[in-house]
Nanobody
Framework: QVQLVESGGGLVQAGGSLRLSCVAS????????MGWYRQAPGKQREMVAS????????YYADSKKGRFTISRDNAKNTVYLQMNSLKPEDTAIYYC?????????WGQGTQVTVSS
């Protein structure tokens, strides 16, 4: 059974930082491209960033470049998202999943709320 467990969210003021973590089990983590996704209220889920299986190649959605950094530790089956200079529009539930995402892999996510 695949489990992706996100953590690290919280309430932060605009300009602040958070580091999200996602621990995976039930998959061969090291061979999967992993991604962070988010869903804001009333909006569709979108990809925020992705990282190749080796960690050598990253992708960021345009508005996150320079503010977010995705990384992974294959020994710990964990993918991270460092978020700096947070904005109120970053408020959302953040999820991790493989890339492409698999419907049965979605976890509960972690809530990030950025106050102005």
């Amino acid at each position: 059974q695949v489990q992706l467990v996100e953590s690290g969210g919280g309430l932060v003021q605009a300009g602040g930082s958070l580091r999200l973590s996602c621990v995976a089990s039930g998959i061969i983590f090291r061979i999967n491209t992993m991604g962070w996704y988010r869903q804001a209220p009333g909006k569709q889920r979108e990809m925020v960033a992705s990282i190749s299986s080796s960690g050598s190649t990253n992708y960021y959605a345009d508005s996150k470049k320079g503010r977010f950094t995705i990384s992974r530790d294959n020994a710990k089956n964990t993918v991270y998202l460092q978020m700096n200079s947070l904005k109120p529009e970053d408020t959302a539930i953040y999820y991790c999943n493989t890339v492409p995402s698999r419907p049965t892999y979605w976890g509960q996510g972690t809530q990030v709320t950025v106050s102005s």
